[in-house]
């Protein structure tokens, strides 16, 4: 798939911004702090319903207005789709899709789907175990957009249940408590063993690719490997950890289990001790952690083989290339990774690079030149 057309009203630094771009390599090329990257933050906010930068959407909104509003044309397999998200922060946003009424921003997941490497990514490999349950949640809903129901369902069931537990420490009666406390025990246990499920599924899948994008950005055979490091009982822990991918149900007799296990512990410390949310993915080179252990980089190169395997494993399961989007990557690689690496994208149906120096970008990805400064972009003939 491709977008066609991005337009911005008060985006970022855009009071309005109109953008053709085409199938094949688009570069934005201008100095820093001219626009570049909102540009391509607003195309994956469409995608994602975040920003790849902040939390919040208040930075989103042009500083002074009260809204901001992104439309995109989406080509897929010849046919146009318009998609539109208002973002109005600290209230609920607005979405639409094509000439039709307004619908749940949730329903425009999959009218797009986009992979976005930026320099932010090094957190993937050097950060907390949170930045690495986000790419694989992430992931999973752009392959499977029904799984962001799951996920805010199962972010509202541990919200209660520790707001219950909580209320335990400050002297709620505790056995009024632990009567309450197995209703929320059975909905965590049951969506979030679907989640651990879905995630391993989505790992054994994905793995291959990342292995196999590590090896082509470092031409190197390193044997780059992702395992899951799960809270729930030993010995389901060890075996997640060695790959096996067990049924639902004992997932969830799993997280039943564990949660006898720490019932002191949670009541105790007034938190939920078990679940995905508690879950991590480590990344490791051959038999060391990445984190922790890697130069700077084979952290550089491990955080793009993530996305470059994302990318490839939604290429395969979408029968449509997702919009890959380089925000900023090239300044940070040597030439011989640079390359790699435009070769190894060159026949992606669109690849959006931003670049605050053209002459970074490699010969092979030449494509269309945008100029943004100021808050403008304007086409190269
Ligand atoms: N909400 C906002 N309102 C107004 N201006 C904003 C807002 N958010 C960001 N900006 C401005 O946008 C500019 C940053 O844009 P952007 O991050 O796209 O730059 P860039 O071209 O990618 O630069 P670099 O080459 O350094 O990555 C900054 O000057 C910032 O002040
Ligand atoms: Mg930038």
Redesign the pocket.
Known sequence: MHVRHLSLVDF??YETAEVALEPGVGTFV??????????V?AIGYVATLASHRVAQDA?????GAEKAAIRLAVVRDGREQQVELEILPGRANRARLGRGGPVRPREILGTLRTVLFAPEDLQLVKGDPAARRTFLDDLLVARQPRWAGARADYDKILKNRNALLRSGRQGVDRGALEATLPVWDEHLASVGAHLIYARLRLLRDLAPYVGKAYDEVSAGASDAGLTYRSGLHEQMAEALAAGEVPEVDALQAAIHQTFEQQRRSELDRGVTLVGPHRDEVTLRLGELPAKGYASHGESWSFALALRLGAFQLLRHDLGTDPVLVL??VFAELDGTRRERLAAMVADAEQVLV?A?VAADVPPELAGRMYD?TK?SVTARE
């Open positions: 970022r630094s201008g100095l820093n702090g001219q626009g570049k990257t909102n540009l933050e930075p989103l909104v042009r500083s925000d900023d931003t605050a943004v808050g």
